[in-house]
């Protein structure tokens, strides 16, 4: 289980720099609305993953049926997540609205898995957790200033920033939970993320139409979201499923604060934000708690895949 859990943990670790992209290609199209652009990204890049597990969703589908409230639950945090993440991002600045969106998801994935699922928390989790979460208050107070011409970007709402930053970190707990609770009741990664993502990316649908017509109307704006939905969100997503076949979704969530510290680094070399000296340590607390959560023994039975049935036909279903 050593070897299925270290998999997973490199999974989510490599979804999040991934994700950590996000938040400067959505800057770069500054004539898109953060509704457009969220609804684009998680829209299309869920369609894209439905597309993509087309068959598996349908050899699977009386599985899904009978987790059904689990996987509606999911979708629709899966639809609410991007237009609160990137709303957050525009009015509170990338490195600060992926801090927080990013950062208080681990606490609240927690929280599900003991109230629904009474799930037992290492000690190991809770040191890195908070210690990860002490990084991200430090990021999130070092509030970096503007500089150069994508200045805007910084934010000018910073508390309405942070509270849409919070409801997207809850909306990614209760999708992270709500998939890995449905692949440990038996289903592999692919179809679940697929029925997750692509209902999410129905639901997303309306948004797009009403608010979508300036990413066609200029040339850079259509690349910056084109990659949005192929790269981060639909790659990105098909690597988080796997780790999540593998690791809790407490543990999910935690190891994917590495994308706050990728997301502040980009926005300080591509947008010219300016990080304090309180944020780069924050930074440095963070990525300790990543160092203190993937080494060292785990304990038996707490990743996704350590409950249900571990197959050659199950490996061979998380393949994209």
């Known amino acids: 289980m050593r070897h299925d859990a270290t998999y997973g943990s490199v999974c989510v670790l490599a979804a999040a720099v991934l994700w950590g992209t996000t938040g400067t290609a959505a800057a770069l199209a500054p004539g898109v609305g953060s509704l457009a652009v969220g609804a684009a990204a998680m829209g299309v890049g869920g369609l894209l993953q439905a597309g993509s597990a087309g068959r598996v969703m349908r050899a699977h589908r009386a599985g899904l049926a009978a987790q059904w409230r689990t996987l509606a639950l999911s979708a629709a945090a899966v639809a609410v997540y991007p237009l609160a993440f990137y709303t957050s991002m525009r009015l509170a600045g990338v490195a600060v609205g992926t801090v927080v ?50 200045a805007g970007t910084s934010g000018t709402r910073p508390l ?32 679940v993320m697929g029925t997750v993502f692509g209902a999410g990316g129905v639901l997303l649908l309306p948004v797009l139409l009403l608010t979508g017509a300036p990413i066609v109307a200029d040339w850079s704006d259509f690349a910056a979201v084109a990659y949005l939905a192929t790269v981060p969100m639909f790659l990105g997503y098909v690597l988080f499923g796997r ?56 304990r038996p039975g707490t990743g996704a895949a350590s409950s249900r049935p571990t197959s050659p036909s199950g490996a061979v279903d998380v393949v994209a």
């Not at 950062?103 to 699922?117: C, H, K, Q």
């Not at 070399?269 to 930074?283: C, F, N, T």
Request: charged share 10%.
């Open 101 to 150: 969106s990013i950062g208080s998801a681990p606490m609240a994935a927690a929280l599900v898995e003991r109230v629904v699922d009474r799930r037992p928390l290492s000690r190991r989790w809770a040191v890195g957790a908070t210690v990860g979460v002490l990084g991200v208050l430090a990021l999130a107070l070092a509030h970096p200033d503007a500089g150069g011409p994508t």
């Open 160 to 191: 309405l920033g942070i509270a849409l930053g919070l409801l997207a970190g809850l909306t990614y707990a209760l999708y992270s939970w709500g998939a890995a609770r449905v692949m440990r009741r038996g289903l592999p990664s692919r179809p």
């Open 243 to 298: 780790g999540l076949a593998a690791v809790p979704a407490s543990t999910a969530t935690t190891l994917s604060l590495l994308e706050p510290a990728v997301a502040a680094v980009i926005a300080v070399l591509v947008l010219h934000e300016r990080l304090p000296a309180l944020g780069w340590l924050g930074m440095a607390i963070l990525l300790g708690s990543l160092v203190l959560l993937t080494a060292g023994p785990r």
